[in-house]
């Protein structure tokens, strides 16, 4: 038996840009993309923290160190630039592979850029 598990995610970050006349999808910094470990054409689940909307769709590699989080397509419907919206990423394992799994949670700063510290 597998069972679905949170694999990484992308704690509030901002929209910077919803583009309705594209073919779907959620672009996102590749320095988000590589901290997360999310994969190019990878399943994502976006909540909105503003208004409550959420939706599955995949990613597509952003500009290094840009910042940008864009909704692309009919998921641009979804999220107004400024919003705050959560990117989680699953896997499926063996329940003894759950039991030690760890997730990756990355918690970008207002700029949606990586916090070094």
């Known amino acids: 038996m597998f069972l679905t598990v949170l694999k990484s ?8 840009q919803a583009e ?7 672009t996102i910094d590749e320095d988000l993309m590589d901290a997360a470990g999310l994969l190019e054409n990878e399943q994502v689940h976006i909540v909105n923290n503003n208004n409550g ?9 952003g500009e290094r160190g840009s910042g940008i989080i864009c909704l692309n397509g009919a998921a641009a419907r979804r999220a107004q630039v400024g919003d705050i919206i959560i990117i989680i990423s699953y896997a499926m394992m063996t329940a003894e592979e759950a039991k030690s799994h760890k997730p990756t ?13």
Not at 9 to 16: G, P, Q, S
Not at 53 to 61: G, M, S
Request: positive net charge; aromatic residues 8%.
């Open 9 to 16: 995610k992308l704690h509030r970050v901002k929209v910077t």
């Open 20 to 26: 309705l006349n594209y073919v779907g999808s959620i």
């Open 53 to 61: 909307e959420r939706l599955v769709t995949y990613v597509i590699k």
């Open 105 to 117: 949670v990355v918690f970008p700063d207002d700029n949606n850029r990586l916090v070094r510290g």
